[in-house]
C-alpha cells in the first residue's frame, strides 16, 4: 500500500516536470516567431502566447508593447533592453540571464504597429487580471480606470466576478462603471453612477460633473435628466469628501513640514537656551550633515539601503565636532556679548559656503532608498509621501532621545544646572565652559542629523541651512528659548499654519501672515509658549 502511494506521488511529479518542460518548450518556439512574418502573424503568435501558462509571457508581451523587446543580429536571441542611466542593459527572454551593458547596435528592434498595439493591451490586461499577485491585479485595475475601453468590457466583467481581493474589485467596478456610464440604457447608466459615486479619483469626479453640467438656461446638458440629477446628487457628497481628505491631507503635511522645522530649530534651541548664543552658522551645520549624507552614498554605493541608518551618526559625529571647533575656537571668546557673536558667527557660514563651493559641489542630489521612495495612497483624494512620514516618526524619535539625554544623564543635568544659574553650577565643581563646548556640539549634531532627513526632499546645496535658519529662529522663539516642549509645539504650530495657508494665500504671503502673527504674539507673550525659568530669564 505504501509502496503504491509512492509510486503514484512519483508518477504525479514527473506529469507536472513533464507538463512544464512542454510549456516552456511551447513558449520557446512561439516567442521566436514575435520577430517573424507580417504584423497580421505577430498579432496570432500573441493570441497563441497569451494561452501559455508561462510567467515569461506577460513580461515578454509587456517589453514588447514598450518598444523593449529586441532580437541580437548576431543569433536571433530574444532579449528585453532596460535604460540605466547612459547605458544600456539586456536580459534574455528565455533564461532570464542578465547579459550586462550592450551596445544596442547590435540588436534589432522587434517593430510593431497599432494594430499589434490594439491587440497586445487587452492581453496584457487579461494576463494582470489573472495575475496570483494582488499588486499587478490591482494595478492593471487602476490603469483600466484612466483608459476605460468598451472593448475590453466583458474581460473586466469576467474578472471581477473572479476576484477575492475587495480592493480590486472595487477598482474594477469602478472600471466597470466607467465604460457603463457610455451605454443608452437608462438603468444601466443610473446603476454606473451609483458605483462612481463611491470612488474619490479624479477621473470618477471630472465623469460626475460632466454628466451633472448644465447649460446657459439652466438645464441639464446630458440626454437623460434623471441620470443628471442623481449624478448632481451624488457629486456634492463626493466633493465633501474630497474636500475633507484634502483638508487632512494638508494636515499631514503641516505636521511633516512642522517635523522637519524641529529638526532644525531643536538644536538651536539648545545653544541658544543654554548659552544665550545666537548661533547664524547652525543653518551650515545641517548643510554639513547633508553632505555627509551624500559622502556616504558615495564612499558606498553598494550599501544604498542602508546609506542613511550609516549617514546619521555620521552626519552628528561631523556637525558635533565642527560645533565644538566653532565653540572653542570663536564663541568662547565672545560670552556676553550677542551682537559679536550673531556677527561672527554670520561670517563663519559665509566661510563654510564658500569652502563648499571651491570642491565644486554644488547642488547633488542624494539617492532614495527603495524602502524610503513611493508614497501611501489612502484613496483617490489622499496621499501620502513615505519620506516625509518617515521623517516625522524620525524628528520623533530624535526629540525623544534628547529629552532622556537631558533628564536621564549627567550631561543633562550639567547642562540644566549652568542654565538655572552658572555661578552656583561653577561653585559645585561643574566646569560650565566644556559644558558650553559640549552643549554646542549636541546642538550642532543633531542639525547634522536634520541635514540628513532635509537631504531626502530637496537638493544639497552650499545654501541648504539658510533656507531653515529663518523659520529655525521663529520656532525657537515663538516655542520659547530653550524650552523643547515649546520648540515642539512651535514647529507643528508653524507647520500646520503655513500649509494650510498656502491655498489661500500662497507660500509668500502665507510666511508673511506667521511672520506678523509671531511678531504680535511675543509683544503679547515675551517669553514664548513655553517661558524657561534660568539665569537669562533672570537676567
Same mark, same amino acid.
Given at each position: 500500500?505504501i509502496?503504491?502511494?509512492?509510486?503514484?506521488c512519483?508518477?504525479?511529479?514527473?506529469?507536472?516536470?513533464?507538463?512544464?518542460?512542454?510549456?516552456?518548450?511551447?513558449?520557446?518556439?512561439? &516567442?521566436?516567431?514575435l520577430?517573424?512574418?507580417?504584423?497580421?502573424?505577430?498579432?496570432?503568435?500573441i493570441?497563441?502566447?497569451?494561452?501559455i501558462?508561462d510567467e515569461?509571457?506577460?513580461?515578454t508581451?509587456?517589453?514588447?508593447?514598450?518598444?523593449?523587446?529586441?532580437?541580437?543580429?548576431?543569433?536571433?536571441?530574444l532579449?528585453?533592453?532596460d535604460?540605466?542611466?547612459?547605458d544600456? +542593459?539586456?536580459?534574455?527572454?528565455l533564461s532570464?540571464?542578465s547579459l550586462g551593458v550592450?551596445?544596442?547596435?547590435?540588436?534589432?528592434?522587434?517593430?510593431?504597429?497599432?494594430?499589434?498595439?490594439r #491587440?497586445l493591451?487587452? $492581453?496584457?490586461?487579461?494576463? $494582470?487580471?489573472?495575475s496570483?499577485?494582488e499588486s499587478?491585479r490591482?494595478? =492593471?485595475a487602476?490603469?483600466?480606470?484612466?483608459?476605460?475601453? &468598451?472593448s475590453?468590457? $466583458?474581460?473586466?466583467?469576467? &474578472?471581477?466576478?473572479?476576484?477575492?481581493?475587495?480592493?480590486?474589485?472595487?477598482t474594477?467596478?469602478?472600471a466597470?462603471?466607467?465604460?457603463?456610464?457610455?451605454?443608452?440604457?437608462?438603468?444601466?447608466?443610473? &446603476?454606473?453612477?451609483?458605483?462612481?459615486?463611491k470612488?474619490?479619483?479624479?477621473e470618477?469626479?471630472a465623469? +460626475?460633473?460632466?454628466?451633472?453640467?448644465?447649460?446657459?438656461?439652466g438645464a441639464?446638458?446630458?440626454?437623460d435628466?434623471?441620470?443628471?440629477e442623481?449624478a448632481?446628487?451624488k457629486?456634492? =457628497?463626493?466633493?465633501a469628501?474630497?474636500?475633507f481628505?484634502?483638508?487632512?491631507?494638508?494636515i499631514?503635511?503641516g505636521?511633516?513640514?512642522?517635523?522637519? %522645522? %524641529?529638526?532644525?530649530?531643536?538644536?538651536?534651541?539648545?545653544?541658544?537656551?543654554v548659552m544665550?548664543?545666537?548661533?547664524?552658522?547652525?543653518?551650515?551645520?545641517?548643510?554639513?550633515?547633508?553632505y555627509t549624507t551624500?559622502?556616504?552614498?558615495?564612499?558606498?554605493?553598494?550599501?544604498?539601503d542602508?546609506?542613511?541608518?550609516?549617514?546619521?551618526?555620521?552626519?552628528?559625529?561631523?556637525?558635533?565636532?565642527?560645533g565644538?571647533l566653532?565653540?572653542?575656537l570663536?564663541?568662547?571668546?565672545?560670552?556676553?556679548?550677542?551682537?559679536d557673536?550673531?556677527?561672527a558667527?554670520?561670517g563663519?557660514?559665509?566661510?563654510?559656503?564658500?569652502a563648499v563651493r571651491?570642491?565644486?559641489s554644488?547642488?547633488?542630489?542624494?539617492?532614495?532608498?527603495?524602502w524610503?521612495?513611493?508614497?501611501?495612497?489612502v484613496?483617490?483624494?489622499?496621499?501620502l509621501?513615505?519620506?516625509?512620514?518617515?521623517?516625522?516618526?524620525?524628528s520623533?524619535l530624535?526629540?525623544? #532621545?534628547?529629552?532622556?539625554?537631558?533628564?536621564k544623564?549627567?550631561?543633562?543635568?550639567?547642562?540644566r544646572?549652568?542654565?538655572?544659574?552658572?555661578?552656583m553650577?561653577?561653585?559645585?565643581?561643574?566646569?560650565?565652559?566644556?559644558?558650553?563646548?559640549?552643549?554646542?556640539?549636541?546642538?550642532?549634531g543633531?542639525?547634522g542629523?536634520?541635514?540628513?532627513?532635509?537631504?531626502q526632499?530637496?537638493?544639497v546645496?552650499?545654501?541648504?541651512?539658510?533656507a531653515?535658519?529663518i523659520?529655525?529662529f521663529?520656532?525657537?522663539v515663538?516655542g520659547g528659548?530653550?524650552?523643547?516642549?515649546?520648540?515642539?509645539f512651535?514647529a507643528m504650530?508653524?507647520?500646520?499654519?503655513?500649509?494650510? +495657508?498656502e491655498?489661500?494665500?500662497?507660500?509668500?504671503v502665507?510666511?508673511?501672515?506667521?511672520?506678523?502673527?509671531?511678531?504680535?504674539?511675543?509683544?503679547?507673550?515675551p517669553?514664548? +509658549?513655553?517661558?524657561?525659568?534660568?539665569?537669562?530669564?533672570?537676567?
Amino acid at each position: 500500500m505504501i509502496l503504491a502511494r509512492k509510486i503514484a506521488c512519483m508518477l504525479s511529479l514527473l506529469c507536472v516536470f513533464a507538463a512544464t518542460a512542454a510549456n516552456a518548450d511551447e513558449f520557446s518556439e512561439t &516567442a521566436a516567431q514575435l520577430s517573424q512574418g507580417s504584423y497580421g502573424d505577430k498579432i496570432k503568435t500573441i493570441d497563441a502566447l497569451s494561452a501559455i501558462d508561462d510567467e515569461r509571457v506577460l513580461p515578454t508581451l509587456t517589453a514588447m508593447l514598450d518598444a523593449r523587446l529586441f532580437t541580437r543580429k548576431s543569433d536571433d536571441l530574444l532579449v528585453i533592453l532596460d535604460k540605466s542611466g547612459k547605458d544600456t +542593459l539586456a536580459s534574455a527572454v528565455l533564461s532570464g540571464e542578465s547579459l550586462g551593458v550592450i551596445n544596442e547596435k547590435e540588436f534589432k528592434k522587434i517593430r510593431i504597429n497599432n494594430r499589434v498595439r490594439r #491587440a497586445l493591451r487587452p $492581453q496584457i490586461a487579461m494576463l $494582470q487580471l489573472v495575475s496570483e499577485d494582488e499588486s499587478v491585479r490591482l494595478q =492593471s485595475a487602476k490603469d483600466l480606470t484612466k483608459n476605460p475601453d &468598451a472593448s475590453m468590457r $466583458q474581460v473586466i466583467a469576467d &474578472a471581477y466576478v473572479d476576484e477575492k481581493s475587495g480592493k480590486v474589485r472595487s477598482t474594477l467596478g469602478i472600471a466597470l462603471a466607467m465604460i457603463d456610464i457610455e451605454q443608452k440604457d437608462p438603468v444601466v447608466r443610473l &446603476a454606473a453612477v451609483e458605483t462612481l459615486s463611491k470612488s474619490l479619483d479624479p477621473e470618477v469626479v471630472a465623469i +460626475l460633473k460632466g454628466l451633472a453640467a448644465r447649460d446657459d438656461d439652466g438645464a441639464f446638458t446630458d440626454a437623460d435628466p434623471a441620470v443628471a440629477e442623481l449624478a448632481e446628487e451624488k457629486l456634492k =457628497s463626493v466633493e465633501a469628501k474630497v474636500s475633507f481628505y484634502k483638508f487632512t491631507e494638508n494636515i499631514v503635511f503641516g505636521f511633516s513640514l512642522g517635523s522637519i %522645522l %524641529l529638526l532644525a530649530a531643536i538644536g538651536l534651541a539648545i545653544t541658544f537656551g543654554v548659552m544665550g548664543v545666537i548661533n547664524m552658522a547652525h543653518g551650515e551645520m545641517i548643510m554639513l550633515g547633508a553632505y555627509t549624507t551624500f559622502a556616504i552614498q558615495q564612499i558606498f554605493p553598494q550599501l544604498i539601503d542602508w546609506s542613511l541608518l550609516m549617514a546619521i551618526p555620521a552626519a552628528f559625529l561631523v556637525s558635533g565636532c565642527a560645533g565644538v571647533l566653532i565653540e572653542r575656537l570663536v564663541i568662547r571668546h565672545l560670552y556676553g556679548r550677542p551682537l559679536d557673536t550673531l556677527l561672527a558667527t554670520f561670517g563663519i557660514s559665509l566661510i563654510l559656503q564658500q569652502a563648499v563651493r571651491m570642491y565644486d559641489s554644488n547642488n547633488v542630489a542624494v539617492i532614495t532608498p527603495e524602502w524610503l521612495a513611493g508614497f501611501w495612497q489612502v484613496n483617490g483624494a489622499m496621499a501620502l509621501t513615505y519620506n516625509r512620514l518617515y521623517i516625522l516618526i524620525f524628528s520623533l524619535l530624535v526629540l525623544g #532621545a534628547l529629552a532622556l539625554v537631558l533628564k536621564k544623564t549627567m550631561m543633562g543635568l550639567q547642562m540644566r544646572a549652568v542654565t538655572q544659574n552658572r555661578a552656583m553650577a561653577n561653585s559645585m565643581g561643574i566646569r560650565s565652559s566644556w559644558v558650553d563646548a559640549l552643549t554646542f556640539g549636541l546642538g550642532s549634531g543633531i542639525a547634522g542629523i536634520a541635514g540628513v532627513a532635509l537631504s531626502q526632499i530637496t537638493n544639497v546645496g552650499p545654501n541648504l541651512g539658510q533656507a531653515y535658519i529663518i523659520d529655525s529662529f521663529m520656532v525657537v522663539v515663538f516655542g520659547g528659548v530653550g524650552n523643547l516642549l515649546g520648540t515642539f509645539f512651535g514647529a507643528m504650530s508653524l507647520g500646520v499654519a503655513n500649509k494650510l +495657508l498656502e491655498p489661500y494665500a500662497g507660500a509668500v504671503v502665507g510666511k508673511i501672515i506667521v511672520l506678523v502673527f509671531i511678531i504680535l504674539f511675543i509683544q503679547w507673550r515675551p517669553r514664548g +509658549l513655553f517661558a524657561l525659568k534660568g539665569r537669562f530669564v533672570e537676567d
